[in-house]
């Protein structure tokens, strides 16, 4: 076969001049191009659909026990607070009164 030059072949190439018998062995390398195209970007497709999926999959795992975390430390968080905050009190109740007793005993 040829290559056709533009001006000379231009119109051998127009669909409309094409008879459609003469594409019956262009047909069977056009379908092999097809299957293997439709295959190829099915595979993107379902590739991109799981990569959208794994990803929304992961961000909400990941959040969960980011948020699980979080509770977990805030938890601790406050128990230390708390602890403080007992601590603090108990001390500001035991200073006058060991101020009482030191003056009861006479220990100026």
Known sequence: MRLPTMAVDAAAYDPATVPVAACTADG???SAVS????????GVLLAAFLGVFAAAFFTATFVAAGAAF???VEAALAAF????RFLVAAMILFIPSALIR???FGAF
């Open 102 to 104: 030191r003056f009861a």
């Open 28 to 30: 069977a390398v056009f």
């Open 81 to 84: 607070a708390n602890r403080q």
């Open 70 to 72: 979080r509770l977990a």
């Open 35 to 42: 299957f293997f195209a439709t295959a190829f970007f099915t």
